[in-house]
């Protein structure tokens, strides 16, 4: 069974303690439990970028799927079938 931490944040407001589960780290981030959405969003944007400042650029704009004609119609390809630079932006 995974252990999880409490990791309590002061709120800006006042003095009204947020309590997180997990996370508070650069290997684990914050676990949403379905309060106080917009500060872990701006946590979570923080971890991503301290990752990779491309992974969350590829969140914020639509993804890219490759795709081939077949048939006359367009469809995404298989993984296998995507060259190394297609599999890169993916």
Known sequence: MKDTQD???????G??????????SL???????????SF???RMEIF??????????????LHFVPTKYVN???IPKEWDEMRDDEKRKV
């Open 48 to 61: 991503v970028q301290s990752i990779d400042p491309g992974v969350w650029n590829a969140i914020i704009k």
């Open 7 to 13: 990791h309590n944040f002061s709120n800006k407001m």
């Open 72 to 74: 006359g119609e367009l």
């Open 27 to 37: 290997n684990q981030p914050l676990l949403f439990e379905g309060e106080h959405f």
């Open 15 to 24: 003095s009204k303690q947020i309590t997180f589960k997990e996370g508070a």
């Open 40 to 42: 872990w969003k701006k």
